[in-house]
């Protein structure tokens, strides 16, 4: 079975600093992909990134980098030059390699930015 | 536009009455899963399904019934819903060369009281 752990409830950065979010997986898949979404305040689930288990770079859209270190099973999600509006609600997700397609979810790290 | 719509978006009901919250996919795609959120527990599957006609349990299945005669819908059916359902909830869909994993509709709150 696949597990997200996610171990803080709550953060708070100040606007334009950059922050990190934790994540940490367990999996005896040996092919898998791991993913961020980002949930405002108005409930939509919005993908932000994506890191396949066996890409050898770190992977990064924007202001968004997944730092992956696949030997200690994390995955952490930094955002850059943080803006109000990543105010949001952040979830880390593993899916298995292969034929199965199921999402397994973190329970969510709440991201405050201050002005 | 590729998108997953769910509908309605909101819901409030009485416990007891039967109720169907659809969903709907334009992307041709096999997989599609509902999920709930509450807070503290992240999203949950409740049920999915890899195709046509084929259906299989989550995490958290008491209480719903789904079915898959489309391929591009799946209905989620709370035959007696109680308030432990009050929820959010989302349908998502995939497919084998689906690069972001899953795209999701904009979600359903529903409350039962």
């Known amino acids: 079975a696949q597990k997200i752990t996610q171990t803080q409830p709550g953060m708070f950065v100040q606007e334009k600093e950059a922050v990190t979010l934790d994540c940490t997986y367990d999996?005896?898949?040996?092919?898998?992909?791991l993913f961020w979404y980002k949930q405002p305040s108005s409930g939509e689930m919005i993908f932000l990134i994506y890191q396949g288990s066996y890409d050898q770079q770190n992977a990064t859209e924007g202001r968004y980098s997944l730092n992956f270190q696949k030997a200690r099973k994390s995955a952490n999600l930094v955002i850059s030059a943080s803006q109000l509006g990543d105010s949001a609600m952040y979830f880390c997700a593993m899916r298995p390699g292969g034929s199965n397609y199921k999402l397994t979810f973190g329970k969510g790290t709440l991201l405050t930015v201050n002005p | 536009e590729a998108q997953v719509t769910q509908n309605p978006r909101y819901l409030i009901t009485v416990t007891g009455k039967k109720l169907t919250v659809t969903c709907s996919q334009n992307?041709?795609?096999?997989?599609m899963s509902w999920y709930r959120q509450d807070p503290g527990l992240g999203l949950r599957q409740i049920y999915y399904s890899m195709n046509v006609e084929v259906t299989d349990k989550g995490d958290v299945p008491e209480g719903y019934k789904v079915s898959r005669k489309e391929k591009r819908n799946f209905p989620l059916i709370l035959e007696s819903p109680s308030p432990n359902q009050t929820s959010l909830y989302f349908c998502?869909?995939?497919?084998?060369?689906?690069?972001?994993?899953?795209?999701f509709g904009s979600g359903t709150r529903l409350t039962v009281v």
């Open positions: 998502a869909s995939s497919s084998p060369d689906s690069y972001y994993g899953y795209t």
């Open positions: 999996t005896s898949d040996p092919s898998y992909g």
């Open positions: 992307m041709n795609h096999e997989y």
